[in-house]
């Protein structure tokens, strides 16, 4: 009696399956996505990040001292190129990687940046921007990006010095610091 409710069930999936409709976006037609042209006009803020980048970053540890670290950052266009998504990949001074992504998006309805970090090594997700709290703004050619919750304020800056350099600094004060070079 129970195998024929599992050929049942297994039969009922596969009639499911085959007879499902689903509408997939084209696939990236490049390695790094390619930009909606409905894509909010915000969205240029970010798209500097789109490519492979790779840098050195200055690092405060906790005990004070500070360390250098080699980064590779990848940005692409995501979810049909009305979002950004960007990587970031470090190996740690013990051999240890560290990986995180974040993705950007503008909603053009409510006029407001969603931003949300994951920290893959650490395992937890950082909401930076929303409609509800935290900003994104330009400050004489300087993105700043300001997090905040009831526990934390971060301040992130991006100067992108040309098309093929940018720097980034996270915290006030800082205690990342990066310098990027565009390598694709």
Same mark, same amino acid.
């Given at each position: 009696?129970?195998?024929?409710?599992?050929?049942?069930?297994?039969?009922?999936?596969?009639?499911?399956?085959?007879?499902?409709?689903?509408?997939?976006?084209?696939?990236?037609?490049?390695?790094?996505?390619?930009?909606?042209?409905?894509?909010?006009? *915000?969205?240029?803020?970010? @798209?500097?990040? &789109?490519?492979?980048?790779? /840098?050195?970053?200055?690092?405060?540890? #906790? $005990?004070?001292?500070?360390?250098?670290?080699?980064?590779?950052?990848?940005?692409?266009?995501?979810?049909?190129?009305?979002?950004?998504?960007?990587?970031?990949?470090?190996?740690?001074?013990?051999?240890?990687?560290?990986?995180?992504?974040?993705?950007?998006?503008?909603?053009?309805?409510?006029?407001?940046?969603?931003?949300?970090?994951?920290?893959?090594?650490?395992?937890?997700?950082?909401? *930076?921007?929303?409609?509800? @709290?935290?900003? &994104?703004?330009?400050?004489? /050619?300087?993105?700043?990006?300001?997090? #905040? $919750?009831?526990?934390?304020?971060?301040?992130?800056?991006?100067?992108?010095?040309?098309?093929?350099?940018?720097?980034?600094?996270?915290?006030?004060?800082?205690?990342?610091?990066?310098?990027?070079?565009?390598?694709?």
């Amino acid at each position: 009696m129970a195998s024929q409710r599992v050929i049942c069930l297994l039969a009922a999936l596969a009639i499911g399956v085959t007879s499902a409709s689903y509408t997939m976006a084209e696939p990236a037609i490049t390695t790094y996505g390619q930009r909606n042209a409905e894509a909010p006009g *915000q969205l240029s803020l970010f @798209s500097f990040l &789109v490519g492979k980048w790779k /840098g050195v970053a200055k690092v405060r540890l #906790e $005990d004070g001292r500070d360390a250098e670290f080699e980064w590779t950052w990848i940005g692409r266009y995501v979810l049909d190129g009305m979002a950004i998504a960007d990587e970031l990949h470090v190996a740690g001074s013990d051999g240890s990687a560290y990986l995180g992504i974040t993705l950007r998006h503008f909603d053009a309805v409510k006029r407001s940046w969603i931003i949300e970090f994951l920290n893959v090594s650490n395992s937890f997700l950082r909401r *930076q921007v929303n409609p509800q @709290s935290g900003s &994104v703004s330009l400050d004489a /050619g300087t993105i700043v990006i300001i997090s #905040e $919750d009831a526990q934390t304020r971060i301040r992130e800056n991006y100067r992108v010095v040309d098309q093929n350099h940018f720097t980034y600094s996270l915290g006030d004060p800082v205690s990342i610091e990066m310098t990027m070079e565009r390598v694709e």
